[in-house]
């Protein structure tokens, strides 16, 4: 009987044992499963700035590389520090996902609203006389049959980004991206990614490439790229009762070149010789006006971010 006693109590201890040990893995379980639960709510409820997959791929790569401890917030927080470049690159790049050109023209839009296929369709952008030579020999390259510049020139943008690109026999980085883009369709997405919160909006290609509800002016470009005129948003003449641009800036954009324009209404530059006005003309124009804005206008800016 006393043995009977032993062995009962030997089977009830691991019993026990076995049970707590169920118990515990189950309640280890169940934040794990309601954090899960909670991502993908969190996902779903959330509006984003770019497109369902994209974030969702971001999102989820972020937790990875914090091992699951990151909560949402926190992974929030450190992708709204990312920019639009910084996005596209972490979509494109992880996982060895298979890149093709409408792959990144389907990306480009999703992320920076820039169509380059409406670009390339209604031949906008970069004058394709004007392509560099490293583009035409890319092209030549990858061709079946001998081209000349002429040739290249009449096809649409999108059809010589293909053929630009096939002429790797590697797969492109980031870098080459954003080279091969500026190149044929003159959209500088570094530089636009970095518009952000300057206080300046971009139109040009015939589409908004970047705008926010509280710019103070706008930079707008021709379907060529071969003018540019400058002049201020709704925004900017509510909070300040101008309705042309301030003196001062145009006096430094008068040292760039630019002249006020009765037909546009605003100041004005056209290329002298009819070609695509160039990255660093461009830049200096950005760079001026981001600089005035900072100097006399960057409470409109704080206020913009308090919102």
Do not use: C
């Amino acid at each position: 009987m006393e043995r009977f006693r032993k062995k009962w109590m030997q089977k009830s201890a691991v019993i026990l044992t076995a049970f707590t040990l169920f118990t515990a893995g189950v309640s280890a379980a169940v934040p794990q499963e309601v954090e899960a639960k909670s991502w993908k709510q969190n996902l779903d409820a959330e509006e984003w700035k770019y497109s369902d997959p994209i974030m969702s791929t971001v999102y989820k790569d972020r937790r990875k590389e914090s091992k699951g401890t990151d909560s949402f917030h926190e992974a929030e927080s450190s992708i709204e520090t990312m920019t639009k470049a910084d996005i596209m690159d972490h979509y494109l790049d992880r996982n060895n996902r298979r890149v093709t050109p409408y792959t990144l023209i389907r990306v480009v839009d999703a992320v920076f609203s820039i169509d380059l296929q409406a670009i390339s369709d209604l031949g906008a952008g970069k004058q394709a006389g004007t392509y560099s030579d490293h583009v035409l020999e890319r092209v030549r390259e990858a061709s079946p049959k001998p081209l000349s510049d002429e040739e290249i020139s009449q096809f649409s943008k999108v059809r010589v980004m293909e053929l630009y690109w096939s002429s790797f026999k590697k797969r492109l980085t980031a870098e080459e991206r954003y080279t091969m883009i500026n190149e044929i369709f003159g959209v500088n997405l570094v530089g636009i990614a970095g518009l952000e919160g300057s206080g300046v909006a971009l139109f040009s290609k015939n589409q908004w490439i970047s705008q926010y509800d509280t710019d103070l002016f706008i930079v707008e470009t021709g379907s060529d790229d071969v003018d540019v005129w400058v002049y201020p948003t709704e925004y900017f003449k509510q909070q300040t009762g101008l309705e042309k641009n301030p003196e001062e800036l145009n006096n430094r954009l008068t040292k760039l070149g630019f002249s006020y324009s009765e037909e546009k209404g605003a100041f004005y530059y056209a290329d002298p010789n009819g070609e695509s006005v160039p990255d660093n003309f461009k830049g200096q124009t950005l760079g001026t006006i981001i600089g005035f804005i900072q100097e006399q206008y960057k409470d409109l800016l704080e206020t913009e971010n308090a919102a």
